[in-house]
């Protein structure tokens, strides 16, 4: 009777042992030694308001740029230089909104955010309303690097950046017709007279309808070093200095190596008020959850009840990626250690 009961007791433990985790039935858990993941924004990206040119030249700067990154890892490099060098690529290109592209604020003049985390020692840097800096990303690497403090802003930052050496324009480099066009458009809606809801609701659907186009990056390296980026020139038509969750740590760029990094593109005022990139790897160190389940429940659920648009990219310690947002696209690549690559648009 005794080694019945023993019996039954060890078949009970295996066959509870062997029991599949909710979550491994759902996704498929991936192990890469390296892996970055990439995005250009998320936004009203839709296949019908896209040329088959303008879909080509976004599908080939945002390969370019994740193969930059991957290079880097492959050849042992860290995951900091990948990260730069991957956004470096978006950042030199008119498409998107950080440096080149970046887009108008209301005065007419280019103010750009950038960030980025280290997750081996939480080391974090960032620029905010920066307007001559080529590559404020580096930038953001330069504050984390060298200097006391996490994030300088405005005339200080272009000052510190030109002191590190880096490269230093013109704020006239940074105009793109197509920028400028797009503030013109908004400005023109601005001055037709409407009541105050009708102003509420058309400020809500011209940002829900513009493609965003800021530009991130999530590396793992060799070494297990997540690092995470984000470089932004914020939103269209903005003022009073607004600055938005790009430069935020916690809210528009995370990372630590014991869960996850993460780059957040879209409405920065929600992703600062529900601290997006910091609460998905807090879900995945306090709930013990994956990484799909933490990004799933950060955008689709609360960031979506609090009224925010946009998405993320992330990245956990295994080389797992997600990539979540409730718009209709998301500019978005990634690449694993075995070389796959992933370049996508729009949802599917
Ligand atoms: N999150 C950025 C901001 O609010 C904009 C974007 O992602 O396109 O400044």
């Known amino acids: 009777m005794k080694y019945l009961t ?3 007791i060890a078949v009970a433990f295996v066959s509870c042992k062997t029991t ?3 979550e491994e039935t759902k996704e498929e858990i991936q192990q890469n030694e390296f892996a970055i993941v990439i995005h ?4 009203t990206i839709l296949k019908k308001n896209m040329t088959p040119e303008l879909e080509k030249a976004y599908q080939e700067k945002l390969e370019e740029a994740v193969r930059k990154g991957y290079d880097i890892l492959k050849n042992g490099g860290s995951s900091t230089k990948a990260v730069e060098a991957s956004i470096h690529v978006m950042e030199n290109s008119p498409l998107f909104n950080a440096g080149k592209g970046a887009v108008f604020t209301n005065a007419e003049t280019n103010e750009m955010d950038a960030s980025i985390m280290e997750g081996a020692t939480l080391n974090a840097g960032a620029v905010a309303g920066v307007k001559t ?10 504050v984390m690097n060298n200097s006391n403090h996490v994030l300088l802003s405005g005339a200080g930052a272009d000052q510190f950046s030109k002191e590190k050496g880096l490269e230093i324009m013109d704020p006239s480099y940074f105009y793109t017709d197509r920028r400028f066009k797009s503030l013109q458009r908004i400005k023109d809606k601005e001055k037709t007279e409407l009541d105050h809801d009708e102003k509420t609701a058309f400020y809500d659907s011209d940002i829900k309808n513009s493609k965003f186009g800021t530009v991130g990056c999530v590396a793992l390296d060799k070494n297990g070093n997540i ?3 984000t470089s932004t020139g914020g939103m269209t038509n903005k003022r009073w200095n607004r600055i938005g969750d790009s430069p935020i740590i916690g809210a528009g760029t995370y990372a630590n190596n014991n869960t996850c990094g993460v780059s957040s593109t879209g409405w920065g005022e929600y992703f600062i008020r529900g601290v997006v990139a910091h609460d998905i790897a807090a879900q995945m160190e306090y709930k013990n959850v994956t990484l799909k389940e933490a990004t799933h429940d950060v955008i689709q659920n609360k960031l979506t009840k609090l009224g925010g648009t946009g998405g993320i990219i992330a990245l956990d ?4 990626i997600s990539f979540e947002f409730n718009t209709a696209g998301m ?3 990634s690449m694993n250690d075995k070389g796959e690559l992933i370049v996508k648009i729009y949802k599917e």
């Not at 250009?40 to 936004?43: S, V």
């Open 6 to 8: 023993s019996l039954l």
């Open 133 to 142: 800096v080529k590559n404020p990303i580096s930038a953001a690497i330069e």
């Open 227 to 229: 690092t995470a980026g």
């Open 20 to 22: 599949v985790p909710k």
């Open 40 to 43: 250009g924004g998320a936004g």
């Open 331 to 333: 500019y978005r690549a």
């Open 317 to 320: 310690k295994n080389g797992n």
